[in-house]
C-alpha cells in the first residue's frame, strides 16, 4: 500500500514539475502572412503597334482636268494597279476589355499604275476611234486616327472590327500618255507627260480582323482594311513637242482592300508569370 502511495506522489510532482516548465518558456510569437496581390486585370495601359503589309487598289475613274473627254461619244477605260507594299506604326491605349484606339502613320509604297482609253468620235464631222495608253506611280502617306471593338475572346483569339479618320497624301509621278487616232482613214499618233505632283485628302476606312494574345505583352494582328484615299493629281500634262496644255491628269477616288500582319507590345502589361509568395514578417 505504501508503495503505491509513493507512486501517486512521485507521479503527481513530475506532472507539477512539468507544468512549471511548460509555464517558464517563452510562447511563440504570432505569424503574419502580407495579404495577397488582387488579380492582374486583362485590358488596359498604353501599347505601341507596328504593321506590314500589302494593297490591293483601285482608281474609279481617270480624267483631263478640264473634263474634255466629255465631248467623246464612247469612252471606254481601264484601269489597273500593282501590288504595293504598307508599312505601319501607331501608339494606342486599351480602354476597356472591349473597346481600344491609336493613332497611325503610314507609308504606302511605290504602285505601278497602267490605264487604257478606247475612244470612239462623234459620227458629225469625221470618224474614227482612238486609243490613250497611260502609265504612271503611286505613293501615299497617310496619318489616322481609329478605334476598334473587341467581340470577345476564345482560346486567346479576339476579332475586332474598327473605322478610322484621317487625311492621305497622294503622290502621283512618271505619268506619261501614249496615243494613237485613226480617222477617216488617217493615223497618228502623240506623246504626253507630266511631272510629279501631290494632293492632300481626307480618308476614311474600315478594318476587321484577328488578334492572338501569345502572352500579357504581347499581341498578334491579322487585319483586313478598306480604305478611301481621296483623289490624285499630276502636274501640267505637256505634249511630245513640250507645249503645255495647262491642265492636269486627275485620278478620281481611289480605294484600296489592305491586309497587314501586326503586333501590339503592352506598355503596361502584368507579368507573363506568377511573382514568388513574399517573405514572412514576423512579430514578437
Known amino acids: 500500500m505504501r508503495s503505491v502511495k509513493l507512486i501517486l506522489v512521485a507521479g503527481a510532482a513530475s506532472l507539477m514539475s512539468t507544468a512549471v516548465f511548460a509555464a517558464d518558456m517563452p510562447m511563440p510569437p504570432p505569424q503574419y502572412y502580407a495579404p ?14 507596328g504593321d506590314i503589309g500589302f494593297s490591293n487598289q483601285r482608281v474609279k475613274n481617270i480624267e483631263m482636268g478640264d473634263n474634255r473627254n466629255a465631248a467623246l461619244l464612247s469612252l471606254q477605260e481601264t484601269t489597273a494597279f500593282d501590288t504595293a507594299g504598307i508599312y505601319q506604326v501607331g501608339v494606342g491605349y486599351q480602354f476597356n476589355s472591349w473597346f481600344r484606339g491609336d493613332i497611325t502613320g503610314q507609308y504606302r509604297g511605290n504602285s505601278n499604275f497602267k490605264g487604257t ?14 486609243v490613250n495608253n497611260y502609265n ?17 475572346t476564345w482560346w486567346c483569339v479576339t476579332p475586332f472590327v ?27 499618233s502623240s506623246y504626253a507627260g507630266a511631272p510629279a505632283a501631290s494632293k492632300w485628302n481626307f480618308a476614311w476606312a474600315l478594318h476587321t480582323g484577328l488578334a492572338y494574345k501569345v502572352n500579357p505583352a504581347m499581341t498578334v494582328e491579322l487585319g483586313y482594311s478598306y480604305m478611301n484615299l481621296g483623289s490624285g493629281t499630276t502636274g501640267p500634262v505637256s505634249d511630245y513637242t513640250g507645249f503645255t496644255k495647262g491642265v492636269a491628269m486627275q485620278f478620281k477616288d481611289i480605294t484600296s482592300h489592305d491586309l497587314k500582319l501586326g503586333v501590339r507590345w503592352n506598355l503596361d502589361a502584368a507579368p507573363a508569370y506568377a511573382p514568388p509568395p513574399p517573405p514572412l514578417i514576423r512579430k514578437g
Open 117 to 130: 482609253d478606247r475612244i470612239t468620235f462623234p459620227s458629225s464631222g469625221f470618224v474614227g476611234s482612238g
Open 162 to 188: 474598327g473605322a478610322g479618320v484621317g487625311m492621305a497624301r497622294v503622290n502621283i509621278a512618271n505619268y506619261t500618255d501614249n496615243g494613237g487616232t485613226l480617222v477617216n482613214f488617217v493615223s497618228s
Open 136 to 152: 504612271a506611280s503611286k505613293s501615299e502617306w497617310v496619318a489616322m486616327a481609329n478605334g476598334y471593338v473587341d467581340l470577345g
Open 36 to 49: 495577397p496581390a488582387p488579380p492582374a486585370e486583362e485590358f488596359g495601359g498604353w501599347y505601341l503597334r
